[in-house]
DNA sequence: CATTGCATTTTGTTGCGCCAAGATACAGAA
DNA sequence: TTCTGTATCTTGGCGCAACAAAATGCAATG
């Protein structure tokens, strides 16, 4: 059984969710057409899907008949899938490491990445276009392409703590603002998860995931899309900003407590005392990250002409 | 004289910039390879580029001796470009305008699309995945787009709006905040320039620009790079949300006496009160766009305590 | 020796055709 | 009917080759 193409994969994943969720019973036929309808495919690559999950003992196949629920899957979906986007993160990380390390010029060509790497040249460009989104490298005008010089990363991260103070908070006070308590459970689950030893036990990139997530999940509360947009942006850049700051992971468990804490908040529904603990909590991961005290020295008077509009 | 590729046309206007900085005097010598070097290109390129301007009068060739100057060139840098960007937002607009005119299913597919509009799949690509990064269509897990259901007109611009609020007035406040003093003077003479007539007299996608500009030109001050991206991101979905709102052109200069008092403000050095002013301003956009009266009605509680954190 | 003129090499884009994967249509079984 | 099984059509990704554009090297010139 090979990894099948993407979507059959995914396809596989999610029917069995969808199994999971919907609570059938053993035995229950599962017609093609309804999963194609539930999930907008057609009945081809529900087909595919279902043949994989034969194979690993989740339904059975009557011919004639069609599948039948044999078994509801443990806790755990399974992940056969032939998993591109993280093959591409990989290969992001690999130039961006080498970059960060030093081990790139400044200024190379398409050619020379694709040899030294030994990427095709769609895989490569698809890296690069993201790593331009991202604004650390540009074209130059005729051929090749040419770092940025990056920003220098105690300013950037001071920059884009401010910029999260501003609408982190604020996202919190939406009129739109709902919270999805499954979500809010989830990221839970994850917090509580990191303070039971799992920030000893990960990796740094799966602990920013986590740590981005929580926050995206928070803004996605608010319904909008702006801000929402801008959290993803900031989030992207995290990695490439703490690349070279030490990970305290102490620090990140106090971390932990404060997001609990700000869930806790939220759920005893004061969303302006949530938004103002969230924006201390930013203003101290600030703080540490950057050893640039708080603003609260800095005169007040131009924050409170601003906000005396409100 | 054909419209010459991208770069030599891009490089032919940035010489004559060149020219008219440096006040060179005519009959000067233009070596290539000063050229190439500040441009950070090879000499073929420039060399290209000189010979349309020799083209345009603008400099003379002396075989065996290169490029002099012959005339420096009037005020317009003129553009023979061939605008590849311009084609590219066309065909967006065109699009664009199609779906919100309701003249596109909301399934459709890659070459159904090519048909329609003749284009080649590269430049289909390149659209669709604009608009897929704006939010307003995406892949369908096999074949095809769907069109996402627009946000509701009024609802995205009242978010916009919230959003903007939050961090504009905050760019003017940041510590690296300098102003361009040129950057300054050119959207003030555009905004004078809409005062004195240019309101009636410009198209809606000319005003649009210089509004956008505007905004972008003040937050771009702030050395902020994330603020920069989101406003760069808010006035790339303007156009498309404005898309339906009428055009007071009445209004329309009442905002551009703001914009310049706003920069009086600026110049004045006080960038709280210019701060407060931008912040004001939005809210009046804000209310005037969306009809939903001014946040001061909602209880002041949640701002207060967030703010009192400040 | 700086600079042009020209030839050659390198680089990156575009068009085209192929093919796996998804959509669709239809016949037949339950 | 409703659903499966199967055949056929369509879509869109991928690699290759050709081409245009830019970089580079070198001889010739003033």
């Known amino acids: 059984m090979n990894a099948a193409s993407g979507l059959t994969a995914r396809l596989a994943s999610r029917v069995v969710d ?3 969720r919907s ?9 093609e057409q309804r999963l194609a309808d539930a999930f907008r495919v057609s009945r081809t690559p529900v087909r595919h899907a279902l043949h994989v999950l034969a194979g690993m003992g989740v339904v059975a196949r009557r011919p004639r008949h ?3 629920l044999r078994r509801v899957p443990a806790q755990t979906p399974k992940l056969p899938i032939r998993d591109d986007a993280a093959l591409a993160e990989e290969r992001y990380l690999r130039i961006a490491d080498d970059r960060l390390a030093g081990k790139l010029e400044d200024q190379v060509t398409e050619t020379a990445l694709m040899r030294r790497y030994g990427l095709r040249r769609r895989e490569l460009q698809r890296t690069l ?6 604004g650390w490298i540009e074209r130059k005008p005729g051929h090749g392409w040419m770092f940025a010089t990056l920003p220098d990363s105690v300013e950037a991260h001071a920059q884009s703590y401010r910029f ?9 006070l939406e009129p739109g603002f709902r919270i999805d308590r499954a979500e809010l459970e989830r990221i839970r689950r994850d917090q509580r998860m990191l303070l039971d030893g799992g920030v000893h036990r990960l990796s740094r990139a799966r602990l920013f995931e986590i740590g981005s997530d929580f926050h995206e999940t928070l803004v996605s509360f608010s319904g909008n899309g702006f801000m929402i947009d801008a959290i993803r942006r900031v989030n992207g850049m995290r990695r490439l900003l703490e690349y070279r700051a030490k990970c305290d992971r102490g620090r990140f468990m106090e971390q932990c407590r404060e997001h609990l804490h700000l869930l806790d908040l939220l759920e005893q529904g004061d969303p302006g005392r949530a938004a103002a603990y969230l924006r ?8 540490k990250k950057t ?5 609260s020295s800095t005169p007040p008077r131009h924050a409170a002409t601003v906000t005396a509009q409100l």
């Open 18 to 20: 969808y199994i999971r």
């Open 23 to 31: 609570g059938l019973a053993v035995g229950s036929h599962l017609p």
């Open 66 to 68: 069609g599948y039948f």
């Open 129 to 134: 276009h993201r790593m331009q989104r991202e």
């Open 164 to 172: 999260r103070m501003l609408f982190e908070p604020a996202a919190l």
């Open 280 to 287: 201390r909590h930013l203003d101290l991961v600030r703080e």
């Open 291 to 295: 050893g640039i005290p708080s603003s």
